[in-house]
């Protein structure tokens, strides 16, 4: 798996450094406030998990699996596959995604998350791709910027494949066609 890595981009350590960043102005932006995290499965989970243990006020936490991508392209159109198990009525929704690049996955997912009447939505993104942007969408809490690069690891993926990496690395262009 290693082998189909260009470079590492993030250390193990580097995104540990992050999390523990962003856990604390989350905790305290929300300290009165009636937190609920909402991730993006499926990439969002290993953030979602190191998120959540790094805030240090009560948080609820749900889950929504949503998809705009075959392998590496996005197909332009969002889908809900698993949708959340609760009412956002009297939460301030922090969306938890893993990467904002075209920026469809979330304008769709603040459209549909707003309608539930929620107090506040914001968006927490561990990666921003700025340069892939389609549409006008912008995090409140950024992680790192990234290249417009395809990058895996830390839940991020290649056809399923690569999540469970600890570190975050580009992949060789020949193993995706690029």
């Known amino acids: 798996m290693n082998q189909d890595i260009e470079r590492v981009l993030y250390t193990e350590q580097e995104l540990a450094?992050?999390?523990?960043?962003?856990?604390?102005?989350?905790?305290?932006?929300?300290?009165?406030?009636?937190?609920l995290l909402v991730?993006?499965?499926?990439?969002?989970?290993?953030?979602?998990?190191?998120?959540?243990?790094?805030?240090?006020i009560p948080?609820?936490?749900?889950?929504?699996?949503v998809s705009s991508y075959s392998g590496t392209k996005s197909r332009g159109e969002v889908q809900i596959l698993k949708d959340l198990g609760m009412s956002l009525e009297g939460?301030?929704?922090l969306i938890?995604?893993?990467?904002?690049?075209?920026?469809?996955?979330l304008?769709?997912?603040?459209?549909?998350?707003?309608?539930?009447?929620p107090k506040s939505i914001s968006i927490c993104t561990l990666f921003d791709k700025p340069d892939a942007r389609v549409e006008p969408v912008h995090a409140d809490y950024v992680g790192m910027?990234?290249?417009?690069?395809?990058?895996?690891g830390y839940g991020l993926d290649y056809n399923e494949k690569y999540r469970n990496l600890p570190y975050i690395g580009i992949l060789k262009p020949e193993i995706y066609g690029g």
Do not use: W
């Not at 450094?17 to 937190?35: A, E, F, M, P």
């Not at 938890?96 to 996955?105: K, P």
């Not at 910027?145 to 895996?152: C, D, G, Q, R, T």
């Open 17 to 35: 450094h992050t999390v523990r960043y962003l856990g604390q102005q989350i905790s305290t932006d929300y300290r009165d406030k009636n937190l």
């Open 91 to 93: 939460y301030d929704v």
């Open 59 to 65: 948080c609820v936490i749900d889950f929504m699996a």
């Open 145 to 152: 910027i990234v290249p417009n690069e395809f990058i895996v």
């Open 39 to 56: 991730s993006v499965l499926k990439g969002a989970v290993v953030f979602m998990t190191d998120l959540m243990r790094a805030i240090t």
């Open 107 to 117: 304008h769709y997912l603040m459209g549909v998350l707003a309608q539930r009447r």
């Open 96 to 105: 938890v995604e893993d990467i904002l690049d075209s920026g469809r996955t």
